[in-house]
């Protein structure tokens, strides 16, 4: 039951081994006409590399997290560590954070000030939210789980006692990612205990075949679900295999090469965005990384993929909790309503013209704004 405070405090002798084996990196060779085709092109990844070397300051990152109250806390034999930023106003909202894979607690850093303390950034204070971000177990600063067996179910359970021991019986929750699927996972074991969940993916909402299509009274929003689903299957979706089959095996690489980690998470970030730019800065690229990296999360975050209870494509249990959906057509998979609303209590569903799979980072003010409107209809 006891909660401790935390601060991020990297020993020196491990960021000069990052440095180190930066330094060292033996790099592969790439076809000269490869571009992202194949993956993480190799100047691409090689100047990154240089620059978390020589230029980016980790003690920066460390500062700017711990301008944040952070506590660890031991739930069901795993320790889960969080962010708890209580607003100023009496009357604000508890909403659990939750962030996804590759993600972390970075995700949300510049979102939560404007989410405590909307009279401070020009916002109506009546939409304040009292906020938890916790890291996942087996992620970032919760560090590796002792057994494989956390997937979302029993994350959200750990979740649901962590609001518990601070004191919100009723509270919302939002996410993205393994985020979203946690935040519904609260929903449908703690029907009770939700006031809401705002999330920005439904897997289950997706277009997936052309008799799902066919149902549908808006053909063209279905055929871009469709569309772009089918492009990720295609092309997208190697590193969920492998995750959720070997993490064993590809631990090995990722927990001892930097340069490897930089590449397996960096490449998701552009992909799961579907964009020809670097929309996200990238001292918030490496800040997430390097939490990978010294917290050695790599093998640890990999085997949520291998927890999911039912196995890939289950049919998802009935929601009633009422749900918003933020879509930002950029992101990996493009939820419809009618789909979402056989399975789910739809109340608020909002349609971005731009932003992908990181919202907090892409396009904050749009996420934040979102957040804000659907805590607010909620409230009596």
Not at 79 to 107: C, D, M, N, Q, R
Not at 192 to 207: C, E, F, K, P
Request: aromatic residues 10%; charged residues 20%.
């Amino acid at each position: 039951m006891t909660i401790t405070p935390f601060r991020v405090d990297i020993p020196q002798a491990d960021l000069d081994d990052l440095r180190a084996r930066l330094a060292n990196t033996r790099w592969p060779d790439q076809p000269a006409d490869a571009g992202w085709r194949l993956g993480a092109p190799v100047d691409y990844v090689r100047e990154l590399a240089e620059y978390w070397r020589t230029g980016f300051d980790w003690r920066a990152q460390e500062e700017r997290i711990n301008g944040f109250p952070q506590f660890t806390t031991t739930i069901d034999g795993t320790k889960v560590h969080f962010l708890h930023v209580v607003s100023p106003e009496p009357s604000a909202t508890p909403v659990l954070l939750t962030h996804g894979w590759p993600g972390s607690i970075v995700e949300f850093l510049d979102i939560i000030g404007p989410l405590t303390d909307p009279r401070a950034y020009g916002g109506d204070p009546a939409s304040a939210l009292t906020v938890v971000v916790p890291s996942i177990p087996g992620y970032g600063f919760s560090g590796p789980t002792p057994t494989p067996d956390w997937g979302p179910d029993r994350i959200a359970r750990a979740f649901a006692t962590l609001m518990t021991r601070l004191g919100y019986e009723r509270f919302g929750a939002h996410g993205g990612d393994w985020g979203a699927t946690i935040s519904r996972e609260l929903a449908v074991q703690f029907p009770s205990r939700l006031l809401g969940i705002h999330v920005t993916m439904l897997a289950s909402a997706v277009v997936r075949t052309p008799s799902d299509l066919a149902e549908l009274p808006d053909q063209e929003a279905g055929r871009r679900s469709l569309e772009k689903g089918q492009a990720f299957s295609a092309s997208g979706t190697g590193y969920a295999i492998i995750q959720a089959t070997k993490p064993q095996t590809l631990a090995y690489g990722l927990h001892d090469s930097p340069a490897g980690q930089l590449a397996w998470i960096a490449e998701k970030f552009r992909s799961f965005s579907n964009t020809a730019t670097d929309l996200i800065d990238r001292d918030d690229l490496l800040a997430d990384v390097s939490i990978y990296w010294f917290t050695e999360t790599a093998n640890s975050s990999a085997r949520l993929y291998a927890a999911l209870s039912g196995g890939w494509g289950a049919p998802p249990a009935p929601n009633t909790v009422p749900t918003g959906v933020a879509v930002f057509p950029d992101d990996i998979g493009l939820p419809i309503r009618a789909l979402a609303e056989r399975t789910d209590k739809i109340v608020h569903w909002t349609e971005f013209p731009r932003g992908g799979h990181f919202p907090a980072l892409e396009e904050p003010d749009a996420l934040i704004g979102d957040i804000r409107k659907f805590f607010t209809e909620l409230r009596p």
